[in-house]
């Protein structure tokens, strides 16, 4: 029989990894089973996720959600109050015999940062351990300002928030950035948009400032997990989430776990081959990439070219100097007719590729997001006519095809998730609970997450 307390030896191999790629954003008990880990370590992390993600609210409520005797969840629920994980929040209404106490996940016990790159600007937070953002901070920021000094920019919005919010130190942070990544490694790898970041290792970089793990991924996959997880009216149902802006990109999150490939690069639509035009060149130094027929970049060069077909994008130009996807999206809510007839066609391009990748793996829910929002409905409109015109009837059924729902807010959500579920992962937690922190253990819970990450 296993003691309340636990084990301080690595779960090692006989634990099941997560497939390649996966990130479980809500755990089952089913992957513990068969090994010595679902009586010693996995049972703790069940017994913390059932409560922090609401399934379970009292111990006998645990011992039906679990399936672990009512002995292993008290040694668990205990070693988790010890920890400060969890807390006793009064009395649930009685069923017949003796009212159980209620039990809620401490979602103050600690904080996490999380931070979003995009080509062009940046956003910044401090979230607690349910993934609510406490503070936040956007700022206009181009990532050609070159690794160092992008992320020390990075480094004082967070101290400036730390400052504003009071709070301690970090116990984990979750970093999004416009380009593929190697996961287990947190390294860029030729990212098209972003000059002198090849190679970049942005988990390196914090970890020589903090002493807190860092996990870092593409900035789609960040947003389709927050908006999987925080979005509108969340079903569970399998997402497809399409960004298009700067940049063109996807997330796929099927059956609750965010699909990366098997080195991360899963979701880089931008750079599918859909024209044999030689004028099209991409920024990736490959011709007839769609982000070079239909990515924010290439509408303004097109629109930069055609300014004078507009008398919104000339007097634009005659104030700035040049046009930026705000303009954009002001002259397309505005009915300008060159914006609406690039915008057209840009939606139709985009919408074809849509088409194909729904009929490829069958999401319940397509979402579009990014700086295309800006145009109102009309890209969207546009958009979903095109996508159920081609989809095959069995994919089409029931397909949702909505707008992101978080106001630009998702993709730091989910970097902050991102570091609480590997935090909470039942391969990391048992080795920081008996500290009630993961401070002071984060070369070790990064090596431990590299194994299922």
Request: charged residues 25%.
């Amino acid at each position: 029989m296993p003691s309340a307390a636990a084990p301080k030896r690595p779960v090692g191999p006989q634990a099941e990894p997560t497939p390649a790629g996966g990130v479980h954003l809500k755990p089952h008990l089913t992957a513990f089973e068969g090994s010595l880990a679902s009586l010693e370590t996995a049972p703790l992390a069940v017994v913390v996720d059932l409560v922090r993600s609401g399934r379970a609210r009292t111990r006998p409520e645990l011992v039906t959600a679990s399936g672990l005797s009512r002995k292993i969840v008290t040694q668990r629920v205990e070693q988790a109050l010890d920890a400060g994980l969890l807390a006793e929040d009064g009395l649930a209404p009685s069923s017949g015999g003796r009212q159980p106490r209620l039990l809620r996940f401490r979602a103050d016990a600690g904080y996490v940062y999380a931070a979003l790159l995009g080509a062009s600007e940046m956003r910044v937070a401090v979230a607690d351990l349910d993934g609510r953002l406490i503070e936040d901070v956007h700022e206009d920021w181009s990532v050609e300002n070159g690794p160092d000094e992008t992320m020390a920019r990075v480094r004082r919005h967070f101290e400036h928030l730390a400052r504003k919010t009071r709070l301690g130190r970090p116990w984990a942070i979750g970093v999004g950035v416009p380009g593929p990544v190697d996961f287990s490694t947190g390294r860029l790898v030729a990212p098209p948009i972003m000059p002198g970041w090849d190679g970049f290792s942005v988990r390196s970089w914090l970890r020589d400032h903090y002493d807190a793990p860092v996990w870092v991924d593409n900035d789609v996959n960040l947003m389709a997990l927050g908006e999987w997880t925080r979005g509108a009216e969340p079903d569970g149902r399998d997402m497809l989430f399409m960004k298009v802006g700067t940049g063109v990109g996807a997330g796929l999150v099927v059956r609750g776990r965010l699909l990366r490939g098997q080195r991360g690069a899963a979701g880089d639509i931008g750079h599918t081959h859909i024209t044999d035009d030689p004028a099209k060149i991409c920024r990736c130094g490959r011709p007839g990439c769609l982000e070079a027929v239909a990515s924010g970049w290439a509408l303004l060069i097109e629109l930069t070219e055609r300014a004078a077909e507009s008398p919104a994008f000339s007097s634009a130009i005659r104030r700035r100097g040049h046009l930026v996807l705000a303009d954009v999206g002001a002259a397309v809510v505005a009915g300008d007719d060159l914006a609406r007839e690039v915008a057209g066609r840009t939606a139709r391009t985009i919408a074809t590729v849509a088409a194909n990748l729904v009929n490829f793996c069958n999401p319940g829910t397509l979402v579009l997001g990014g700086g295309v929002l800006r145009t109102g409905r009309y890209f969207l409109d546009v958009f979903r006519e095109v996508v159920l015109q081609r989809v095959t009837d069995l994919a089409g059924q029931d397909l949702e095809i909505r707008a992101a729902s978080m106001n630009h807010m998702e993709g730091v959500t989910g970097a902050a998730l991102l570091a609480i579920e590997h935090l909470f992962s039942p391969t990391t937690l048992p080795r920081w609970v008996e500290d009630a922190s993961p401070l002071g253990h984060a070369a070790d819970l990064q090596r431990l997450s590299n194994a299922f990450a």
